[in-house]
């Protein structure tokens, strides 16, 4: 297997392989969340450990019809459990489309401690890795957000 360094991307280290997110799973200072455009797929199973962030519900106002306010990214981060110091690892469908939005939207209020799942959601299933329906228990957080 290509290891990620060495396929000429620009920013490799915004990226982690299904390997190493396969080890960190239970790693306490991750947050694994996934983010897609089918809202169907999150609930039909998902990566042990993973939070979901919706990208409608969760990441856009709805009355501005915008990205959501500082406020809003506040009561997200800390509904999710996260702190400034907690690497949040995204994946999704779509070629992690939408995972990538949800990246943008967490870096745009000064979280940068964020990488993508390499491959997203189809290459972790077709790797035959393990799913879960089980929702896991996060402890809310008070995060305060950049202006």
């Keep these: 297997m290509t290891d990620i360094q060495d396929r000429g991307y ?3 280290d915004v990226l982690v392989s299904t390997d190493w997110l396969t080890a960190n799973l239970d790693n306490p200072d991750i947050r694994i969340v996934e983010s897609n455009e089918d809202p169907l ?12 962030v919706d ?3 969760d990441l856009n106002d709805p ?3 915008d990205y959501l306010d500082k406020a809003g990214f506040e009561a997200l981060a800390s509904r999710i459990g996260i702190t400034p110091e907690t690497t949040v690892i995204f994946y999704g469908d779509k ?5 990538t ?3 943008w939207v967490f870096e745009l209020f000064g979280h940068t401690n964020s990488k993508v799942l390499d491959g997203g959601r189809l290459k972790w299933e077709q790797e035959g890795r393990e799913l879960t329906r089980e ?7 008070s995060y305060t957000a950049q202006e």
């Design 63 to 65: 009355l501005s019809r």
């Design 95 to 99: 070629s992690n489309w939408w995972a």
């Design 135 to 141: 929702v896991p228990t996060i402890s809310p957080t």
């Design 101 to 103: 939005y949800a990246l």
């Design 55 to 57: 990208w409608v519900k």
């Design 10 to 12: 620009a920013n490799p």
């Design 41 to 52: 797929l999150y609930p039909s199973g998902h990566i042990p450990n993973a939070v979901e």
